[in-house]
């Protein structure tokens, strides 16, 4: 047995937008890029040396996950063989990417204490409560319905079968669910109670609710082996027992989360490094910073995942963030810019990954109105339901001041509203067009090595349309 210490410092005790902390000193080593390499043997540590417990396992300070133990829903390799050919023998479900993604998320324990697709009790606390009642009467999180959606044609297919195998959109058996529940899938109810509307126009949404069968199968995952995609950037998509485990490793007494969808620009940064100073300052001795851009779906005109993990990569290297004190992982979850409802989310599967600190800004998980010329959801909502929402009691969620471009100071900055004037706000889709433009943007708002990065990105989805478009023949 293990002993586990859990320090909790409660939300309403922090003070983080004092003015009276003073920034550390930081101690530089060399940084070495983590693009396409292992990103648990790429530094040599120089943490103090570790507590070891009497029984030999090495502990932080993290929190325990939902439910009290983490979900692990792989088959061992010596059952592979026999599970493997029971799951051929049955009914099948086809799984769209989204549907991996989700198999991908249950299965390494993101969701925990959930332990396959949602039946139709689950489904509807988590669509009508954002949380799921436990056994004991106690209530974690669970504000997105996760649910795997079948035709009709499948339905008559599996009939009274009670197990059926799961096959993967390139066709490879990639597991089963057992004892089956089937129900009816409401669409127009899950989509406005997800996301507050029923605009035309959602990217999820379009991508994956509206082309669905009309019935939902929920059911317990057994998984054969675990979910690669061979796209050079597995080694990044670390399961939470791994994060845990690499804490563990590093000491951490604090361990800060940091999700985004987008490159980071110096913005980001300054959030990063402001925070782990205060965490200083209220006494910890050695909190790391957990980078995790979200992995799963996500819109088309959204930067794609291997060109924000090479950026990321040269924000390391030019020390805008130091890699000493920096983990960089892949989360696998799907996006749904569901806004309030998803932000909860993002929160709750990083207790289960070990994080007792999580960063939240303007607007997270949010996009713009997809047919008025207006936010979606108020850019304040989303930290204000984080700190309010059952189940996320023990996170310590950390709300910041928004960052812009500060023309005076020629750098990223906290937005002052006595000289607003002084402030350029930069947005993700200004950022973009800058890039597609290769307009510059102003000195200071990103590391000159992430931004190459962008403009190479773009310069070559203009070269692929350029050769994609039919030649003009005149006479």
Same mark, same amino acid.
């Given at each position: 047995m293990s002993l586990t210490i859990k320090l909790h410092v409660p939300t309403s005790h922090l003070n983080l937008n004092a003015t009276s902390f003073k920034?550390?000193?930081?101690l530089r080593t060399t940084t070495i890029p983590i693009y396409h390499s292992n990103p648990l043997s790429c530094f040599v540590h120089k943490h103090k040396p570790r507590t070891t417990m009497p029984n030999g396992a090495i502990k932080s300070s993290l929190i325990d996950p939902d439910g009290g133990a983490l979900v692990d829903l792989v088959v061992p390799e010596s059952e592979r063989g026999a599970k493997a050919a029971e799951a051929e023998a049955l009914p099948k479900v086809k799984l769209t990417q989204i549907d991996l993604e989700w198999v991908h998320v249950i299965s390494e324990g993101w969701s925990s204490p959930l332990r396959g697709f949602m039946r139709e009790e689950e489904y509807l606390q988590s669509l009508h409560f954002n949380s799921l009642r436990m056994k004991d009467g106690s209530v974690v999180n669970m504000s997105l319905p996760i649910v795997l959606a079948i035709d009709d044609e499948t339905k008559g297919t599996i009939g009274a079968? $009670?197990?059926?195998?799961l096959v993967g959109p390139n066709g490879d058996l990639v597991g089963m669910l057992r004892s089956v529940e089937i129900y009816k899938h409401?669409?127009?109810?899950r989509i406005a109670r997800t996301w507050g509307s029923i605009a035309p126009g959602l990217p999820y949404v379009e991508e994956s609710i509206t082309p669905a069968g009309n019935w939902l199968i929920g059911g &317990?995952?057994?998984v054969l082996e675990r979910i690669k995609y061979n796209d050079g950037l597995d080694n990044y998509r670390?399961?939470?027992q791994q994060l845990r485990n690499e804490f563990d490793k590093r000491q951490a007494d604090a361990v800060f989360a940091f999700q985004l969808r987008n490159p980071v620009h110096n913005g980001h940064a300054l959030l990063m490094n402001d925070t782990r100073r205060r965490l200083l300052e209220m006494g910890y001795k050695n909190p790391v910073l957990l980078l995790h851009p979200l992995g799963g779906y996500t819109k088309p005109d959204d930067v794609p995942l291997d060109v924000r993990m090479e950026q990321h990569s040269k924000v390391l290297e030019d020390g805008v963030l130091d890699p000493e004190t920096t983990i960089v992982g892949i989360f696998p979850s799907p996006m749904h810019y569901a806004g309030p409802t998803e932000v909860q989310w993002h929160? $709750?599967?990083r207790i289960n990954a070990g994080a007792n600190f999580y960063i939240v800004g303007? &607007?997270?998980a949010g996009m713009g109105h997809p047919t008025e010329k207006r936010d979606l959801y108020d850019p304040d909502h989303g930290k204000k339901v984080l700190s309010m929402a059952p189940g996320l009691e023990k996170l310590n969620i950390l709300p910041f001041r928004v960052a812009a471009y500060d023309t005076v100071a020629k750098k990223m900055a906290f937005f002052d509203p006595s000289r607003a004037k002084d402030f350029l706000f930069i947005s993700g889709t200004k950022m973009r067009t800058f890039a597609k433009t290769g307009e510059n943007p102003p000195d200071g708002f990103m590391c000159p090595g992430g931004w190459k990065v962008l403009v190479n990105y773009y310069e070559s989805l203009q070269t692929e349309e350029s050769s994609q478009q039919p030649a003009v023949l005149s006479t």
């Amino acid at each position: 047995m293990s002993l586990t210490i859990k320090l909790h410092v409660p939300t309403s005790h922090l003070n983080l937008n004092a003015t009276s902390f003073k920034r550390p000193t930081t101690l530089r080593t060399t940084t070495i890029p983590i693009y396409h390499s292992n990103p648990l043997s790429c530094f040599v540590h120089k943490h103090k040396p570790r507590t070891t417990m009497p029984n030999g396992a090495i502990k932080s300070s993290l929190i325990d996950p939902d439910g009290g133990a983490l979900v692990d829903l792989v088959v061992p390799e010596s059952e592979r063989g026999a599970k493997a050919a029971e799951a051929e023998a049955l009914p099948k479900v086809k799984l769209t990417q989204i549907d991996l993604e989700w198999v991908h998320v249950i299965s390494e324990g993101w969701s925990s204490p959930l332990r396959g697709f949602m039946r139709e009790e689950e489904y509807l606390q988590s669509l009508h409560f954002n949380s799921l009642r436990m056994k004991d009467g106690s209530v974690v999180n669970m504000s997105l319905p996760i649910v795997l959606a079948i035709d009709d044609e499948t339905k008559g297919t599996i009939g009274a079968e $009670k197990n059926v195998g799961l096959v993967g959109p390139n066709g490879d058996l990639v597991g089963m669910l057992r004892s089956v529940e089937i129900y009816k899938h409401n669409k127009e109810e899950r989509i406005a109670r997800t996301w507050g509307s029923i605009a035309p126009g959602l990217p999820y949404v379009e991508e994956s609710i509206t082309p669905a069968g009309n019935w939902l199968i929920g059911g &317990d995952l057994e998984v054969l082996e675990r979910i690669k995609y061979n796209d050079g950037l597995d080694n990044y998509r670390l399961s939470p027992q791994q994060l845990r485990n690499e804490f563990d490793k590093r000491q951490a007494d604090a361990v800060f989360a940091f999700q985004l969808r987008n490159p980071v620009h110096n913005g980001h940064a300054l959030l990063m490094n402001d925070t782990r100073r205060r965490l200083l300052e209220m006494g910890y001795k050695n909190p790391v910073l957990l980078l995790h851009p979200l992995g799963g779906y996500t819109k088309p005109d959204d930067v794609p995942l291997d060109v924000r993990m090479e950026q990321h990569s040269k924000v390391l290297e030019d020390g805008v963030l130091d890699p000493e004190t920096t983990i960089v992982g892949i989360f696998p979850s799907p996006m749904h810019y569901a806004g309030p409802t998803e932000v909860q989310w993002h929160a $709750k599967a990083r207790i289960n990954a070990g994080a007792n600190f999580y960063i939240v800004g303007r &607007d997270p998980a949010g996009m713009g109105h997809p047919t008025e010329k207006r936010d979606l959801y108020d850019p304040d909502h989303g930290k204000k339901v984080l700190s309010m929402a059952p189940g996320l009691e023990k996170l310590n969620i950390l709300p910041f001041r928004v960052a812009a471009y500060d023309t005076v100071a020629k750098k990223m900055a906290f937005f002052d509203p006595s000289r607003a004037k002084d402030f350029l706000f930069i947005s993700g889709t200004k950022m973009r067009t800058f890039a597609k433009t290769g307009e510059n943007p102003p000195d200071g708002f990103m590391c000159p090595g992430g931004w190459k990065v962008l403009v190479n990105y773009y310069e070559s989805l203009q070269t692929e349309e350029s050769s994609q478009q039919p030649a003009v023949l005149s006479t």
